[in-house]
């Protein structure tokens, strides 16, 4: 009989290793199974890693953690063919403890995390892949792996294993994905000296910006671009849902390479070299896909727990918060020695009282509204462009004449009560 | 039955980058693994105990404390258990100064439990010199067995191993006594999918590190950088073969063409 853990996570991204590393520290004995060579091999998202979720783990991480930059500012921009109507913020402050966020790369940020686990006493097992859960009686009890002598037991096991969680699939907890559930991002990692990024992007040593891109940055459709800038490269990617794909027969690459010749964007690329290149799901189906989280000595946290909220671009955190709820949840359980799914369903609540379900709920038609009615991306943003172009162009037209001009030209393009309808819709769905 | 196995930690040559301007490795391109031909040697000695039985697999490294990494993936191969030397005295060692540090920490070893066979890789894929495991074998007095490339046979009674080493035309089997020392190349065997319960072992396993205080009778201007006569003159990327020309087509047609052009420069063959 093979040795028995109290918890066996598997996945070592962020919501697998915060459950990992609370379970240990509190003293709970724990095996994490990873199937990429390393932490953070396989792992990918846009960059940006926010402080507020990472600091309840780790207190004054950013002393030692690997980070690119700490952003100071988050610029929006509505993107058409040849401009672009944009809207920002930037703050010295968040250049300053304790920070807002930064930018990350994954390979070395998941490998220190993973560490600090280990630290705590996380026993971690890199390329290996757990095939299925091992049920008794209808209670998960353990993993079996593809290695020889491979099955391994646990009170509870933890499934942090991504977006497309196969194990989730087989216990029954997860469907199929709707085309509409998910986004596929592709993203680049483009080397960039530093002074040519502070030069390009109005920054010093040290300090990050972030560039969300809605409209022809996606060809109209539901989607956004983005930017972010690490120490000496930069990140570069964009992400539409899989239905938009298939409706508009779009190639994700060709999407991406639109982006990068896009005249609003190729200067701040111009002479990078790309080192890598990135293709992954975003699980974006929000409120209404969150699956069964909790089962009879079975738990999901992060992705494959669909917990990410598509509007914010928030991911990590909510990754991160969820892994910690899920150890929480471990460590009560042990001390009631109750697996059961009535005494794990905890989870469930913790889940539903912070901010993570509420900001799903809060969002919960927001996907659903903006790609229902393609106008928002589609029409909204280029009318947008002419508007401020009209606005701003001196062409000794008063300005009031102006205003009623570009007003006219709103309602007559789409109609006075259909414009209406939109902006009620689309306040209703964010509201 | 005790082996040793010695291996090191090297820059993964498959994945590395030059910078082309410092004639330098580009060390974030290249991840620190086990030595391939090293982990072959493991898995030999995995064989070999399995064959007999029983037998005890140490495996024994020099370099910086994160070494601990190749020691932890030989123990998930299946060694039982592992050793670092490391210390600022060993520092910047060539193959002379590295055996003899490593014999001395054989040495060590054999004291507590006498060593049977010492298995080292062929080389080391970023020296390439396969001089450390003779240094080792000519300092500790046992015959060295290099290129071996089959274990046919071990008596421990008689105290003979009996081994198939690749020759330039072809192989020879010979017989040594134990101890002696081999070096193996990469078909001796396959390295097998390690099982979940070595995984976990070598999650859990802290190797005994040795600094040079640890080790007996060492004369310390024998290593490191003291004790390396080999001067690194000038390193530089080879240049990327130019010109030449490249067939196409299906094997059949290239076979014809290389036929051809074979033909043409009779000249290459005037001696024969």
Known sequence: ?431 | MHIVVCVKQVPDTKIIKINPKTNTLDRRSAPAILNPYDAHAVQEAVKITKTLGKGTISVLSMGPPQAVAVIKKSIEIGADRGFLISDRAFAGADTLATSYALSKALERISKDMPVDLILCGKHAIDGDTGQVGPGIARRLDIPPVTNVIEVAEVNESEKTIVIKRKITNGYELIQAQIPCLLTVEKEINSIEYSPMPNMIKAARYEPVIWSVNDLEEVDRTQLGLKGSPTIVGKMFTPPKPEGGKRLEGNADEQIQQLMELLNDKKELFAGK
């Open chain 1, 1 to 431: 009989m093979s040795e028995k853990f109290d918890v066996i996570v598997v996945g070592a991204g962020p919501a697998g290793t915060s459950c990992a590393y609370t379970c240990a520290k509190n003293g709970l004995k724990v095996l994490q199974i990873e199937r990429g060579e390393y932490p953070g091999s396989k792992n990918v998202m846009g960059g940006v890693l926010y402080r507020k979720q990472m600091e309840d783990i780790i207190p004054e991480f950013w002393k030692e953690a690997p980070l690119e930059r700490p952003v100071i500012e988050q610029r929006f921009w509505m993107m058409d063919k040849e401009s672009a109507v944009s809207f920002g913020y930037k703050g010295l402050e968040w250049g300053k403890e304790p920070y807002n966020n930064f930018t990350v790369l994954r390979a070395p940020f998941d490998q220190w995390f993973a560490k600090k686990g280990v630290e705590q006493g996380v026993l971690l097992i890199n390329e290996t892949v757990v095939l299925e859960c091992l049920t008794e009686n209808g209670k998960v009890v353990g993993v079996r792996t593809d290695r020889p002598d491979g099955e391994i037991y646990a009170d509870v096991v933890v499934l942090a294993d991504g977006v497309n969680s196969l194990l989730a699939k087989q216990l029954g907890y997860h469907k199929e994905f709707r085309p509409d559930e998910v986004a596929l991002t592709v993203m680049e990692v483009i080397n960039l000296s530093k002074d040519k990024i502070n030069d390009r992007f109005n920054l010093e040593d040290n300090q990050g910006c972030t560039i969300e891109i809605f409209g022809d940055s996606t060809k109209g459709n539901l989607g956004t671009a983005f930017i972010y800038t690490n120490k000496d490269s930069v990140n570069i990617g964009v992400g539409t849902t899989l239905s938009s794909m298939i409706k508009a027969k779009l190639k994700p690459y060709d999407l991406l390479d639109y982006l990068k010749t896009h005249p609003m964007v190729r200067p701040l690329i111009e002479g990078g070299e790309s080192a890598e290149y990135l293709a992954h799901l975003i699980p974006e189906g929000g409120y209404h896909s969150v699956p069964k989280v909790a089962g009879n000595g079975v738990l999901l946290a992060g992705d494959a727990a669909q917990l990410v909220n598509a509007i914010h671009r928030e991911g990590s955190n909510m990754a991160m918060a969820s892994g910690t709820l899920a150890a929480e949840t471990i460590i009560a359980a042990k001390e009631r020695g109750d697996y059961s799914e009535t005494s794990l369903n905890q989870y469930r609540e913790k889940l539903y009282q912070s901010f993570i379900i509420k900001d799903l709920e809060k969002y919960k038609d927001a996907a659903h509204t903006f790609e229902h009615y393609p106008q928002y991306f589609k029409e909204y943003v280029p009318m947008l462009n002419r508007a401020a172009n009209k606005f701003f162009t001196v062409d000794g037209t008063p300005k009031k004449d102006k205003q009623k001009e570009i007003m006219k030209s709103f309602t007559s393009e789409r109609g006075t009560i259909r414009v209406l309808q939109d902006m009620y819709r689309a306040w209703k769905a964010v509201k």
